[in-house]
């Protein structure tokens, strides 16, 4: 694995920097999937920092099923191991997803990670039955409220950077490409990388290859480092 590029494992992951002298210490003492990836030459000259990843993700998920325990939707998502049925017929969120990711938050203590990456689209674009597919304000609404309630679970608000993501192979889903764009615009979530244009011989239809798993981690670097170069530097005083 090549640990020059921010490299995210599914859907969400954490980011956060760390003293050189206490990697060992935390690869002992932390529970959780990690790696730390060394400095880029070109993204990372600036941060002088290990910086590190905590994967959160579950593939092939729908932002309905990350929604905490009970929140409701009118439609299920494709998969439906982490949704339920009620008997009015509302669908509800089993709330598993959002309690793995809000104690793997917790774990780290207040402020101890710098921001959530989320990377997540392509399994509410597009789906082979169309009352499954969730696009436009809908998303906007349940991504919004994931955000909000994932805050309110770790107490401090945690920035999170949002990817544009809807592609199955193609030129994507202007309807989710715009309401994941909308976050940022409403200032409520930091841009990630548009991954919709990643094409070609980096992906396979959903999936990205391996070329296209290098390309799509110096697509977070482009974003996150420069973010990340002035919160350090506000740190430091410069």
């Known amino acids: 694995?090549?640990?020059?590029?921010?490299?995210?494992?599914?859907?969400?992951?954490?980011?956060?920097?760390?003293?050189?002298?206490?990697?060992?210490?935390?690869?002992?003492?932390?529970?959780?999937?990690w790696q730390v990836t060394q400095r880029n030459a070109q993204e990372w000259a600036e941060v002088k920092v290990p910086v590190g990843i905590i994967a959160c993700g579950i593939g092939a998920t729908s932002v309905r099923e990350w929604l905490p325990k009970g929140a409701t939707f009118p439609n299920p998502p494709t998969l439906e191991g982490r949704v339920r049925q009620l008997p009015s017929g509302e669908w509800e969120s089993k709330g598993e997803a959002f309690d793995m990711l809000?104690?793997?938050?917790?774990?780290?203590?207040?402020?101890?990670?710098?921001?959530v990456l989320w990377h997540q689209g392509e399994s509410d674009?597009?789906?082979?039955?169309?009352?499954?597919?969730?696009?436009?304000?809908?998303?906007?609404?349940?991504?919004?409220?994931?955000?909000?309630?994932?805050?309110?679970?770790?107490?401090?608000?945690?920035?999170?950077?949002?990817?544009m993501v809807s592609s199955h192979g193609g030129d994507g889903v202007p309807e989710l490409r715009d309401a994941q764009r909308s976050l940022w615009t409403d200032g409520f979530a930091l841009e990630g990388p548009d991954t919709d244009a990643l094409k070609g011989d980096l992906r396979d239809g959903v999936h990205f290859s391996g070329k296209g798993l290098r390309e799509h981690g110096k697509c977070?670097?482009?974003?996150?480092?420069?973010?990340?170069?002035?919160?350090?530097?506000?740190?430091?005083?410069?």
């Not at 104690?103 to 990670?113: A, D, E, H, I, V």
């Not at 977070?220 to 410069?238: C, F, M, S, T, Y």
Request: with cysteine; charged share 25%; proline share 8%.
């Open 1 to 33: 694995m090549n640990h020059n590029y921010v490299r995210l494992c599914g859907i969400a992951a954490m980011l956060l920097t760390l003293p050189a002298s206490a990697q060992t210490q935390i690869m002992l003492d932390m529970p959780l999937d």
């Open 102 to 115: 809000t104690s793997r938050m917790k774990q780290l203590g207040p402020k101890g990670f710098r921001a």
């Open 125 to 163: 674009a597009g789906q082979p039955d169309p009352k499954r597919t969730l696009i436009g304000k809908p998303y906007r609404v349940y991504l919004e409220q994931l955000i909000k309630e994932s805050r309110k679970a770790i107490g401090w608000e945690a920035p999170w950077f949002v990817a």
């Open 220 to 238: 977070w670097a482009d974003k996150v480092a420069p973010w990340l170069e002035k919160q350090i530097g506000r740190e430091r005083g410069n």
